[in-house]
């Protein structure tokens, strides 16, 4: 069987809305995606080199949660384009050689969707049981104790039939009952209607929520939780998170998958090691392809994962030793829920020398990464004025938009992003492609050299893992493949190390430029917050 294609990919994650607007209307869109897939790949060195883009929704959706919300799973949503602007859109992919991944929401629907409309019309609707209604315990109170990911309890009651709607996230988005064989097709059909078209795969919005605890119990209270100490969820969402029966649910999906040819299933799943590991499922019963792992950014939510060498060992580390045979781990270092990298460490002011590190580690690890749109050119969170805030889940207190801010193509009062007023506001000025470009030691030149000589060096794709012995504040790891290791080391301490090498080899990659071609004999020096790549 000839090595699948996903293996050895660099993804890049566009939050559409932010990328490129098109037509005037401050909202980036399909049409602007397309203009600017040079940039993302034209075959040659001067471009990023991803391989395959991955862009959350762009079906139909009432925007409540600007598309995590949808109201047609086969359709585009006007503000985004037209089908035939996406069938434009993956023809002008593959044409680079670049795959294209949609992001397919099976856990809710919007309320908006006929589906939902249908169910809530009336308690015999044949699509009533395509959602979760129950009624009042007889006390009166909630059918049960969940809570929404975004605060408040995972119930609305529906005047229409005076029952309760589950919700795990907005009242907008009522949860889909999978236990429903009919919705089970339905969404599996959602699948194969976009693999027709040619769409190379999918990224799986929370993929540990779909198949609930049959009776729905509670959940029992976290014994971690207490009123004033750490931020811990005050229950334990063990009968709505990763519940037993969402495993073979999920190998009933990677079954649709096989029914077409290379095609990728990415989950956005949430818990300890062995849990991640476990949506692999085996070579006899295949789960996904690939589950992120998300603990680069959040070991233990919602505390933010240090930029820390012991930290980073222990993560890659749990990753190797619980994913079974074969599998391959995906980190990503950011994404559209969570703090710009740079933002998150950032407190002593060294986040940018971080990102740098950062990214020579996330393209030298045995994994299949994903980056954030913007990252590579050192986006920042931007803060959001009050009155122009968007995003309605206020988990945290500024809710997501200061990570989902348009993408920063020029110094121009636009950004070269729009012609109007964007629907969030732009950044920092200092931090776009153009100038980027200009440097020959931007994080962005730093990415590209990573990603390129990621492409050209087979150990840094296929090499197995091996973590070395390293001083303290240094994250030190082998890739190795026949005769060929590549040794990483991340320093992430503020003073320059020393670190012996079991072989010798040259420097062919360095947060520094100058540095690469150093020829290493026994050590390798690498400064404050800096790494290499030795081979
Ligand atoms: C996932 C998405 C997030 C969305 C939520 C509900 O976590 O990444 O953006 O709000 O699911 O669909
Ligand atoms: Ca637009």
Redesign the pocket.
Known sequence: MSREWWRDAVVYQIYPRSFQDSNGDGIGDLEGIIQRLDYLNDGTEQSLGIDALWF?PTFPSPMT??G??VSDYCGVDPAFGTLETMDRLIAECHKRGIKVLL?W?P??SSDQHPWFIESRSSRDNPKRDWYYWRPAKPDGSLPNNWRG??GGPAWTLDETTGEYYLH???RE?PDLNWRNPEVERAMHDVLRFWFERGIDGFRI??MGGIVKEPNLADNPPNPDWTPDGPRVSRQLWVNNRNYPDVYPAVKRIRKVFDEYEARVAVG?VFGTSQEVADYYGSDEEPGLHLAFNFQFIHEHEPVHTPWEAETLRRIVHNAEATLPPGAQPCYALA???RSRFISRNNEDGHGAARARAATVMLLALRNTPFLYYGEEIGMEDVDVPEERLQDP?RFRTTG?DPERTPMQWDQSPGRGFSTVEPWLPYGRVDRNVQDASAQSDSLLALTRRAIWLRKSTPVLCEGAYREIDAPAGVFAFERFAGPETATVVVNTSGAAVVVPLRRPGSVILSTIAAEEGTRCESSVTVGPFGAAVVL
Do not use: G
Request: proline letters at 0%; aromatic letters at 18%.
């Open positions: 959350s949660d600007f995590y919300d992001d929401v856990n809710h990911s975004f795990s996230f907005l988005q919005d929370v956005e994404n559209h829920d889940a997501r």
